[in-house]
């Protein structure tokens, strides 16, 4: 195990409860604060521990990274290092930080408060896929568009399916979106028309930000996916579902999708998440083997949707959990390789919109609003078949078991009118 996950570990640095940075997660993000530059930080507690400034004074002697890796306007090349020294770099952190440290003096030169410091897209992003692996969500687009008896098309419980989408709009927590414009058709019958998007929606996922591969033309196997994975996100992959409906036959989505993408700015390990593992669905009809895996590869990983109009109260729209998922990240990482396809540090894997199978646990308005015919009740009145301007949608997430709590803060983004 991972000494970084003892559960009796308890830091010197304060920890409110129900925090999600306990000691037992340490995730990585990039901030800055004041005129100071971007650099590494790890989250605990309300403060962010700032690397550069631990490895200044000597704390991370012997730990395979140095003052450039941490003295960074990305995760990139820390990342670079490999999953081994990265482990070990998140268990030095974690004794940094625990309780009887003698580093607990120089606080006030290596923590930064939270409300003090910016967060930055945390990754350069070199390329970004999208799957659509949640067997609720499938099914629910499927009885809304072709055929409830039907629902899903042949091919869905044998690929974990998916789509190349576009890294340059992947942007950061607190990022504003203008409402995209595009085609769209609103009846059968007459031509396309032109104008701001009418069904705006985001879609509740998670990522995972994969480390060096292997070179082009070899495979990463389910057993070996781990190893190439450094950790997890909370992801709105907006979408704008009348566009997407007139442009998506016959080579799948594009520019309904690829405006804008969230993601939350702390990167949780999948070191951290170890604890939580949960066994998957029974996949029946069975995969082929290449798909195959053995041991529990999915993550009961608590996750919330809130919407929050504009100057009024946020109104709960969804809970769900990243455990609803029909195929895992090992499964997604094999079949994206398994044709010879190379990943790099710095790749971005997304789940596909993340639906439970009870209503409440739908994770896009489209599912929520059932194509706009059951709008959603706010709590301030109004309400929702899809989100209006200035809406703020934030999603949540956090694991918990035994009394530890390992989250991954929020991602929230307001919606602007069209440019
Ligand atoms: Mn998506």
């Excluded at 960074?72 to 290092?81: E, F, H, I, P, R």
């Excluded at 509740?204 to 480390?211: A, D, P, Q, R, S």
């Excluded at 949540?396 to 035994?402: L, P, S």
Aim: charge should be negative; aromatic fraction near 8%.
């Amino acid at each position: 195990m991972n000494r970084a996950n003892d559960p009796s570990r308890k830091s010197w640095v304060f920890v409110p409860n129900n925090s999600d940075f306990s000691i037992q997660n340490l995730p990585f993000g990039i901030f800055s604060e004041g005129l100071g530059g971007k650099r590494v930080g790890v989250a605990i507690g309300n403060q962010i521990l700032d690397l550069s400034a631990v490895e200044k004074l000597g704390l991370l002697k012997n730990s395979g990274f140095h003052q450039s890796d941490f003295a960074a306007a990305t995760l990139n090349q820390m990342m670079g290092k490999g999953k081994s020294l990265l482990c070990e770099l998140r268990n030095k952190i974690s004794d940094l930080l625990l309780e009887g440290s003698d580093i607990a003096n120089k606080a006030d030169i290596i923590l930064i408060d939270q409300r003090n410091a910016s967060m930055h897209l945390p990754i350069k992003i070199g390329d970004y896929t999208d799957f659509y692996s949640s067997e609720q969500h499938a099914y629910n687009v499927g009885c809304m568009f072709r055929d409830p008896n039907n629902a899903l098309l042949p091919n869905w419980k044998h690929i974990p399916v998916g789509y190349h989408g576009r890294a340059s709009s992947v942007i950061n927590s607190g990022t504003p979106v203008h409402r995209p414009k595009g085609q769209q058709k609103p009846t059968d019958n007459d031509p396309p028309v032109f104008g701001p998007c009418k069904l705006l929606d985001f879609e509740l996922e998670m990522g995972f930000i994969t480390l060096e591969g292997k070179p082009l033309g070899d495979s990463i196997s389910t057993a070996e996916a781990n190893e190439y994975i450094f950790g997890m996100c909370l992801f709105n992959d907006w979408s704008a579902r009348d566009i997407q409906k007139w442009e998506y036959i016959p080579l799948g989505p594009f520019l309904a999708k690829n405006f804008a993408s969230s993601m939350s700015p702390w990167i949780v390990t999948l070191d951290a998440l170890e604890p939580f593992r949960v066994p998957g669905p029974v996949q029946d009809p069975k995969v082929l083997p290449y798909l195959d895996y053995d041991g529990d590869h999915h993550i009961d990983i608590n996750l919330q949707v809130a919407i929050q109009p504009e100057g009024s109260t946020e109104s709960i729209v969804c809970n769900s959990n990243y455990k609803h998922m029909y195929w895992n990240m090992q499964q997604q990482l094999a079949h994206h390789t398994v044709n010879g396809c190379d990943i790099h540090a710095g790749d971005l894997l997304a789940s596909g919109t993340i639906s439970g199978p009870e209503e409440g646990q739908f994770g896009s308005m489209l599912e929520i609003s059932w194509k706009g015919t059951k709008p959603f009740a706010m709590q301030d009145g109004s309400e929702r078949k899809f989100i209006q301007d200035l809406d703020t949608v934030i999603m949540r997430g956090h694991a918990e078991k035994d009394g530890i709590r390992v989250g991954f803060g929020e991602v929230s983004t307001k919606i602007l009118p069209t440019k």
